[in-house]
């Protein structure tokens, strides 16, 4: 299995991005997916997740509202639109999915497969 984020970048408050993750090995359609993001100096957290179905989605509370997890089954691609961003989003955003597929979990230790990460910085 292969993840691959993409989309981050340096942006101002209240800047908009989209992160994608694409992924080989495993086929959206069939497989819960999710994002995570890591602070410097923080442990790593729950950001969106998406169930199999797309039927399911849970956000942290601090991004209700703000950023939209989405996928393309047909492209095996998963997005996350960021809007009204914050310095406090600033992190690395890493997309993930569990060996068990179905599972809809929000904590990071029922995923097995991460990809590399891409960076969000957003200054004040």
Do not use: H
Request: proline share 2%.
């Amino acid at each position: 299995v292969r993840l691959q984020a993409c989309g981050g970048g340096l942006v101002q408050a209240g800047d908009s991005l989209r992160l994608s993750c694409a992924a080989s090995g495993v086929t959206f359609s069939t497989y819960t997916t999710a994002w995570f993001r890591q602070a410097p100096g923080k442990e790593r957290e729950f950001v969106a997740v998406i169930s199999w179905s797309g039927l399911s989605i849970v956000y942290t509370d601090s991004v209700k509202g703000r950023f939209t997890i989405s996928k393309d089954n047909a492209k095996n691609t998963m997005y996350l639109q960021m809007n009204s961003l914050k310095p406090e989003d600033t992190a690395v955003y890493y997309c993930a999915v569990p060996k068990a597929g179905r599972v809809v979990a929000i904590t990071a230790g029922q995923y097995d497969y991460w990809g590399k990460g891409t960076l969000v910085t957003v200054s004040s």
